[in-house]
């Protein structure tokens, strides 16, 4: 039914941190490997070997530069999939109700089997979280690995979506952003997570950790200069003071 | 209305069984679990328990399912039946095609065994084939280790016994500075992103130096935007500040390193080596009784400061010569601030931040050990300051003094083997004198007098026939380059070619691109292998090669021998070898076939195994003449390289209840199968540090059979094995370098650290420093017929600094012309500004050959993509002395790929020319090309 | 946006058909009998055409029955629901035209109510997505209307009324431009409020996520040249708005001439409006685009 619920139960997302993200990919592939096999109609993959090669992906790993006013110009790995907003448009331009939010996790969801693939959700969507795939036309979005997290198949400490479980850097956390009092919840609050374009009022439920201050370091020197005083201006008085620096070694003769 | 919404089964099946085995998507050996349904591969994901990766997984592994499915695998073995080059053959049996190779290489061996030339390129398996080829006899052995990192390798071991990577780790629980140098996202990928993820997660600092702030370097801290080629001069800065600072850890020095080791000063053929007694042991003065004592006695402190007088000739410590150079202005910041393009502020900031750590942010941990000395020591001092490089710094032609310098900093501040700092992982530390010297020594019908890589200790150890001439092909260990301890695969080609030091009959090569992305002058090289001789008879007369997938290289070969993927296969990742420890543990693991091939294709080791058995090779034969092993399963369980040593570790005995000694096992195999592919002995709590000096650890190491014996050892900061070749160039020893040598080997051979540019002869004009690296999401050419992973890099611009793009006109998706003294190439370009001003750089082998790979000929691979290996000579231009000069280190032969200087030119627009330039004619593929569509699902 | 030419085929013939059926239900003009037929056959087939093109962009088409289902939230559900009432109570009113030469007039202001209300209904489909500025604007669904009266006026034959419903679409069509020239700027969204990274620095788009294409760069990014629209907005505004004017506007004896001059205003009108339609979609500004550094 593609009115959203009132309120959900829980808010589970993905806090992603971006001062982690080195923009290997992981996320991306692990991703497509599982819901390939999984969820719904595979992601299918046009002209795979072809000239123009391009398939259904639920996470795409953009990269941006920064150049501030100071200093060197940045580069920032940015993944980015469905944040699961909390006011997701998504579900309620969808004609026919395929498009969803959950009320015990609000997660949303596309049933597969009521979508006609008339695109209306992702054009509502403005973080591009929905691809409809070619060959099965229907649309496809992250699932939050809605099969992982509860799947009873699954050892506990796998119930993650699969690209938090593969995230080499660990720069992806899973929970519920509902609850305060949660990991992620507190990595939020300490890190100054954020909203991706927060004037659309869709209330995303996925945060982003941004990048701690770059490039500092200069400004540290008037700290940092008298570890540099040398301990002689010749070489001759190095070889002095290290004689008495030696004797003062645990063990030596002083 | 109430809402509502469908129910779901949130508790699918995931999969019917998993098997576990080791990923080799790229070199990291990851273990992985590949989950079956219907006995096909579902998923892949990473194995919890896998000391590599502990669950995570890249990219490229996750992607394996493309990979073991991809059209481009080769079917079944076949004989050329086009000329070289066009990629046409015809299917054969396997019986035809071993009998081929036999009835090539059989003679061979009874004429003259050196006439096959065999490299295997990114092989997991060098402790075999090298047993291979020495069993044949050849001394032309080496695999990829030449043309990758061999500086950063052998500068380790020669230094402290041991590098990164493979080698050893940073401390990632303890550190709180962690330094990057270079390019590295394509070594080690998983346990460093998880390292920087977990100091991250800690807050501490991560200082990136590299002039492409990429990948790592992107979430840097700090980030050094370094002018190419000149991390040594930085380095020998930091030195030179901490130095004069008195941060450098004197206790460390004195303990365990040979900076305390007297130099002999007298003239002579001993001037500039260490002095020892008569026992070979090098001599130091001890601080407590002022006398002259061999560094090992128990109770001895040696001192860093005393000299030595006899026959009134002052002998001083190597840290006095240490204090003499670096405490020169030379290496002052603001000396080196503008080749470095690194203001010198920021070069004493730098160091000012390693000093506060090293040694404000100090700890100790309360763990008990003893030295080699006997001294037992209440604490571990930790100097949470830690240091990684690969590829970036060593890939230049000074590039193994560089690695040096990166070793000495570590060293100087005490950071190597204690917590915080960088830990070696088993089988290392071992130090030189623990590995072989190379062999050379070729027989008819014999095998190799010994092992072909090692390293060489002087003169006497170079490969070097009687009259002098290079014993290998590749002219490894050298006056060219003594200290080759990976062999020089790039430059196989072009000697064999050449007939210089002399012609071969057969090259036999595995796993190596060498007609495309893995040399220099790729078109040459392709030039080099199709060429004939006067009477129509091509040049290298026979070419065997073995891919598992229809890389560029196929069409270059005569024969072709299909490997299965990696899925498909049992493999052993040994601690012969390079095995997957930890710095916490020794670990091995295999692969094993998690499914059967679908094609008719072999294990490459299992052919070389019948091979041998053909050719009832020593080391594969019973006495009886029956062969030991019938494929490579067999061996890894019954070979013994010692008695009691085998390929792996765990579970020996008879009872598997052995581990590292012990009897072979035979149901070892289903052993490591049931424990996730792997097997992991763990370091003793009092053996976890300073492993070289640890005597726990060293009888640890011995009980494994690492070592025969403690191997205790002082970190050379002074290597004197390059005094010797010093001394040989200045006229002492039998063997004496070539004239046109002598100037060079006195100078590049500097015992200590030292910085040089590179030879720039030629490159007038050519300003600009063009760099390649790999994405993380792909590795070499492998991953470009994988279906998910060519969607990310299918093509590859050239990424410009926005300074050159304004200089030269050029905004995105503009063509321009990059020239080199050697080539030219016509590429799109992309502008990036976190780069290095003077510095354009593009993804590594993303471009590819039309016809190659499985893919379609328009694929953007083959018209956008591009590779900067065309304008890379294997030689330097002429310098106008009659002479060429390797394109290479000139103590390793590393190829120098990231000395190149290039010119850049705006170029005609996409419309006028719809490809990168160079184009090569199409290759015809013998595996036609991939499907339309992908609709991946094995499951219902 | 992608100028997909279901949508544009729908939305042009659709307005004008709802906009013509609007008329016929007031009786403007009042028929019966074959005149009926004809003026109602071109209404449907227009209305109806436009209705069957728009299911050739549906990935999935033998389930468009399931978009009648949530008129509660959905505006394209609320526009099936609005069509299919529209057609069928025009149908009913036409059956009494064409067959019984009855007039059903109440029946005919329900109809012309719910045509209206369909054209609406589309029109609100863009308007209420903010993710395309150009489209969420007060203006979106007065453009609609107004094009859709005109054309619909134009078709029926009304000729004073069609000259001011269509000096007054041209005036629409005039002010939407303007302002939605200006929609992305003033919207607030940006590459730095996508990122989340603006307040650092100048926020640079650098490698994209894939080097493929994908179903989000083919959807939604479309870049037209400016030059190239210019040239487009002006015979959008010409065959559409003016040349239809001159035409009416011309003092015509004949009535034969005048047919004509009419049937080529309303071919005027119908390709002038194709051609504003076409850039409604391809001049729209997706924000993913600034993800990909694209607009």
């Known amino acids: 039914m593609t009115e959203l619920p009132a309120s959900t139960t829980r808010k589970m997302g993905l806090v992603i941190d971006l001062d982690t993200c080195v923009g290997c990919h992981a996320c991306v592939i692990s991703c497509k490997g599982w819901n390939t096999e999984n969820y719904g109609a595979p992601l299918s993959d046009q002209s795979p070997y072809g000239a123009d090669p391009s398939g259904t992906f639920l996470n795409r790993v953009h990269s941006y530069e920064v150049q501030p006013d100071q200093g060197a110009a940045q580069l920032i790995h940015f993944p980015k999939s469905c944040l699961h907003c909390e006011d997701a448009p998504c579900v309620t331009v969808c004609p026919t109700g395929a498009s969803y939010k959950r009320v015990e996790d609000g997660i949303v969801l596309v049933n597969e089997s009521h979508c006609i693939g008339c695109g209306l959700c992702a054009w509502s969507c403005p973080y591009g979280a929905r691809e409809l795939d070619l060959a099965e036309g229907v649309m496809k979005k992250c699932t939050l690995c809605v099969d992982r997290i509860y799947n009873e198949n699954l050892p506990e400490v796998d119930r993650v979506p699969s690209c938090v479980r593969t995230c080499p850097a660990g720069a992806r956390h899973f929970g519920d952003l509902g609850d305060p009092d949660s990991e992620v919840s507190k990595l939020v609050a300490e890190r100054g997570g954020m909203d991706l374009m927060p004037e659309m009022g869709t209330k995303p439920v996925n945060k982003y950790l941004p990048p701690r201050p770059k490039d500092q370091i200069e400004e540290q020197i008037d700290v940092l200069a008298p570890l540099l005083a040398p301990v002689a201006e010749e070489p001759k008085g190095f070889l002095g003071w290290l004689d008495k620096a030696l004797d003062k070694l645990p063990g030596g003769n002083a | ?940 | 946006m992608h100028p997909a030419p279901s949508v544009i085929i729908f939305t042009t013939l659709s307005g004008l058909g709802f906009g013509l059926l609007a008329f016929l239900g007031l009786g403007l003009p009042d028929v019966t009998g074959w005149v009926a037929f004809v003026f109602f056959a071109l209404a449907f087939g227009m209305a109806g055409g436009g209705l069957m093109a728009s299911t050739f962009h549906l990935g999935r088409p033998e389930r468009a029955w399931r978009a009648l289902t949530q008129w509660r939230s959905s505006w394209l559900s609320r526009e099936g629901i609005a069509a299919v009432l529209a057609l069928a109570v025009m149908g009913l009113y036409a059956l009494g035209a064409v067959f019984m030469g009855e007039t059903w007039r109440l029946l005919g202001l329900l109809g012309t109510a719910l045509s209206l209300a369909t054209v609406f209904t589309t029109s609100m489909i863009y308007t209420q997505l903010k993710t395309i500025p150009r489209w969420n604007m007060k203006l979106t669904p007065a453009v609609f209307m107004s094009f859709s009266l005109a054309g619909g006026a134009l078709l029926a034959g009304q000729t004073n009324l069609s000259i001011v419903l269509l000096l007054i679409a041209g005036a629409v069509q005039l002010a939407y431009w303007k302002q939605g020239d200006q929609a992305l700027a003033s919207s607030g969204t940006d590459i730095g409020t996508a990122t989340g990274l603006g307040a650092r620095g100048a926020v640079r788009a650098f490698e994209p996520p894939h080097t493929g294409s994908n179903y989000l760069l083919r959807e939604f990014v479309h870049v037209v040249g400016r030059k190239h629209a210019q040239k487009l907005r002006v015979i959008a505004f010409a065959l559409g708005f003016a040349l239809p004017l001159i035409l009416l506007l011309l003092p015509m004896e004949d009535v034969m001439v005048k047919h004509l001059f009419a049937a080529v205003a309303v071919l005027a009108h119908l390709a002038g409006v194709a051609t504003s339609r076409w850039l409604f979609f391809a001049e729209a500004e997706h924000v993913v685009g600034l993800y990909y550094g694209k607009r």
Not at chain 2, 137 to 165: D, E, K, L, Q, R
Not at chain 2, 525 to 534: A, G
Not at chain 2, 604 to 627: H, S, W, Y
Not at chain 2, 737 to 766: A, C, S
Request: proline fraction near 8%.
């Open chain 2, 1 to 940: 209305m109430a809402h509502s919404q469908p129910k779901l089964d949130t508790s699918p099946p995931v999969s019917d069984e998993i098997r576990q085995t080791t990923c080799y998507m790229c070199a990291c050996r990851c273990g992985i679990n590949v989950h079956m349904k219907g006995g096909k591969v579902a998923y892949i994901e990473g194995n919890r328990d896998h000391p590599v990766n502990k669950g995570v997984l890249c990219a490229k592994g996750s992607a394996g399912i493309m990979q073991v499915n991809a059209p481009s695998r080769l079917k079944a073995p076949m004989i050329r039946t086009g000329p070289r080059g066009s990629g046409k053959f015809k299917e054969i049996s396997w019986d035809a095609a071993l009998a081929i190779a036999v009835g090539w290489m059989e003679p061979i061996r009874h004429e003259a065994p050196e006439k096959l030339a065999f490299f295997t390129g990114r092989d997991q398996s060098q402790s075999f084939t090298s047993f291979f080829a020495q069993s044949f006899g050849t001394p032309n052995y080496a695999a990829h280790g030449g043309f990758c990192s061999v500086n950063m390798a052998t500068a380790g071991i020669y230094t402290m016994g041991g590098a990164f990577w493979e080698f050893g780790q940073p401390d990632w629980d303890h550190t709180k500075l962690f330094m990057l140098f270079g390019v590295a996202e394509d070594h080690d990928s998983n346990p460093i992103k998880m390292g920087i993820g977990k100091i991250k997660k800690r807050g501490a600092r991560v200082i990136g130096v590299n002039p492409i702030r990429s990948g790592y370097n992107a979430v840097a801290d700090d980030w050094v935007g370094i002018t190419p080629g000149t991390d040594g001069l930085f380095i020998l800065s930091m030195v030179h500040v901490l130095m004069k600072a008195g941060k450098i850890d004197l206790d460390y020095l004195s303990r365990y390193t040979n900076a305390p080791v007297l130099v002999n000063a007298a003239e002579g053929p001993e001037k500039g080596l260490l002095m020892r007694d008569e026992n070979g042991k090098m001599l130091v003065i001890d601080r407590n009784t002022g006398k002259l004592t061999p560094f090992d006695q128990p109770g001895v402190r040696p001192d860093l400061s005393a000299t030595y007088e006899k026959d009134g000739v002052t002998h001083r410590p190597v840290f006095h010569l240490m204090a003499d150079r670096y405490l020169s202005d030379e290496y002052a910041p603001e000396a080196v601030a503008d080749r470095c393009g690194i203001p010198a502020a920021r070069i004493r900031a730098i160091a000012a931040e390693i000093a506060r750590v090293a040694f404000d942010e100090a700890f100790e941990l309360d763990q008990e050990w003893t030295d080699f000395r006997g001294e037992k020591h209440t604490k571990m001092i930790g100097r949470p300051v830690s240091f990684h490089s690969m590829r970036g710094v060593s890939a230049h032609a000074n590039g193994f003094q560089t690695c040096r310098a990166l070793h000495v900093l570590q060293i100087l501040l005490g950071t190597v083997e204690v917590p915080g700092g960088f830990r070696f992982k088993p089988p290392y530390p071992k130090p030189v004198e623990a590995h072989p010297t190379p062999h050379c020594k070729a027989t008819p019908d014999t095998p190799l007098d010994g092992p072909h890589l090692g390293f060489v200790q002087g003169p006497e150890h170079l490969a070097l026939k009687e009259d002098g001439s290079p014993a290998r092909i590749d002219k490894a260990f050298t006056w060219e380059n003594p200290m080759s301890a990976h062999g020089l695969m790039h430059m196989v080609i072009s000697n064999a070619h050449a007939g210089d030091p002399y012609k071969i009959d057969t090259l036999f090569m595995y796993m190596a691109n060498m007609s495309w992305n893995s040399s220099m002058n790729t078109k040459g090289v392709m030039e080099m292998l199709t060429d004939k001789d006067e009477n129509g008879e091509y040049v290298i007369p026979h070419i065997i090669y073995s891919d598992a997938y229809s890389s560029e290289m196929v069409a270059y070969a005569d024969l072709i021998l299909p490997d299965t993927t990696y899925l498909e296969r049992h493999d052993c990742i040994s601690l012969l070898d390079r095995p997957i420890c930890e710095a916490d543990g020794a670990a091995d693991a295999i692969r094993w076939p998690v499914i059967e091939p679908d094609r008719d294709v072999r294990g490459f080791q299992t052919v070389l195994i019948q091979l041998a058995n053909r050719m009832k090779l020593p080391g594969f034969t019973n006495e009886d003449r029956t062969p030991k092993w019938k494929d490579y399963a067999d061996y890894i369980v019954n070979h013994e390289r010692k008695p009691g040593i085998g390929p792996l570790s765990g579970w020996r005995g008879k009872d598997g209840s052995k581990t590292g000694r012990g009897d072979v096992n035979p149901d070892q195999l289903n052993r490591y199968i049931e424990n996730g592919g792997f097997h992991i002995e763990h370091v003793p709590a009092e053996a976890t540090y300073y492993k070289p000096w640890n005597a726990d650890y060293q009888d640890w190491a011995v009980g494994l059979g690492l070592y025969d014996s403690p191997h205790p050892y002082l970190f050379q900061l002074y290597v004197e094995p390059m005094r010797k070749f010093q001394l040989a160039a200045e006229g002492h020893g039998e063997r004496q370098p070539p004239e046109h040598l002598r100037k060079r080997v006195q100078e590049t051979m500097d015992p200590l650290p030292i910085w040089y540019e590179t030879d720039q002869t030629g490159n007038e004009g050519f300003t600009v420093n063009a760099l390649t690296q790999r994405p993380m999401a792909m590795y070499h050419s492998w991953g470009t017929q994988n279906a998910w992973l060519r969607q990310l890099h299918g093509r590859n611009p050239l990424y410009v600094p926005s300074k050159l793009m304004r200089k030269h006109g050029l905004k995105d998706g503009d063509w321009a012309k990059v020239s080199s003294p050697h080539g030219a190439i016509t590429v799109p370009v992309m502008e990036m500004a976190a780069l290095n001003d003077n510095t354009v750089w593009t993804w590594n082998a993303i471009g590819k050959r039309k016809g190659a790979w499985a893919l379609e000929e328009d694929a953007p691979e083959a018209t956008k993509g591009f590779l900067l290996n065309h304008l890379i000579h294997e030689l330097l231009p002429p310098k106008g002395d009659g002479m060429r000069w390797a394109n290479s280190d000139p103590i390793t032969g590393q190829a120098a790929w990231f000395d190149l200087k290039v010119k850049i030119e705006k170029a005609a627009a996409p419309a006028d020319l719809p490809e990168s330039q160079p184009v090569f004619d199409p290759i015809a593929s013998p595996v036609g090309t991939g499907p339309a569509e992908l609709k991946w699902k094995v499951g219902k």
